[in-house]
């Protein structure tokens, strides 16, 4: 990742990444004076000052000023955005979470990142035919991400429409299997399907990668077993 970052210095990816490391290598007080320092010894730097609240993430008093910072210094940049919708989502404030989403939008309206990052948080408020026309946007930006084709089948799944959404979700599965939502959608509309071996196999793919489990889906793939004799 350094390496990465040093022949990229520019790539807000690539940082996010080394920190990230860092995080995890430096103690608090290393991970924390780094990150200050860079900020303090660039201050007209906006990956500085984004860096340095995904340092102080903890601290939203210190984080919002710094990812509204880097805002104001790459407005065409969308990671500040979703570092503040982030903050603002944590804290409980789901309108103003959208509402900051949308704003980047309105900014930087090719942004695919911002469009994937709307609709799933559309998604969660079960506001599925608004999502559906930011991924579809978003998939026609970026129609190689397997993270917008996952939201975007879930979408599909949710408005009905099993067979867009089965495509969409395997083709996604396919590129990254280790997407424990995408597992988890692709048991429920195998249960659906009564393919309840399926279910069962992608439902317990999703636990291995991670995601809650879903008693409800539980119960019923055990029920449909029940049904045939299993």
């Not at 409980?92 to 990052?117: C, H, N, W």
Request: charged share 25%.
């Amino acid at each position: 990742l350094a390496a990465l970052v040093a022949q990229h210095p520019d790539s807000w990816e690539a940082a996010r990444g080394l920190q990230d490391a860092e995080r995890l290598l430096l103690s608090s007080e290393a991970f924390v004076s780094r990150y200050e320092a860079r900020v303090a010894a660039q201050p007209g730097d906006a990956l500085a000052h984004y860096l340095w609240g995904r340092a102080r993430i903890d601290v939203p008093d210190v984080a919002g000023p710094a990812f509204a910072r880097a805002a104001a210094l790459a407005p065409q940049s969308p990671w500040p955005v979703a570092a503040l919708a982030h903050l603002h989502r944590s804290a409980g404030d789901l309108f103003l979470t959208v509402q900051t989403y949308k704003e980047g939008i309105g900014r930087m309206p090719r942004s695919a990142l911002l469009r994937l990052l709307l609709g799933a948080q559309l998604i969660d408020l079960n506001l599925y035919v608004e999502a559906q026309r930011h991924l579809e946007l978003a998939r026609q930006l970026a129609p190689d991400s397997p993270a917008v084709a996952t939201a975007l089948g879930r979408v599909y799944a949710a408005l009905s429409r099993p067979e867009e959404a089965q495509a969409l979700l395997l083709e996604s599965y396919a590129i990254d299997p280790r997407q424990g939502d995408c597992a988890r959608e692709l048991a429920r509309l195998a249960l659906k399907a009564r393919r309840v071996e399926d279910a069962e196999a992608y439902d317990r793919a999703a636990l291995e990668l991670g995601q809650p489990r879903d008693e409800a889906l539980t119960s019923a793939i055990r029920a449909a077993k029940v049904r045939q004799g299993r």
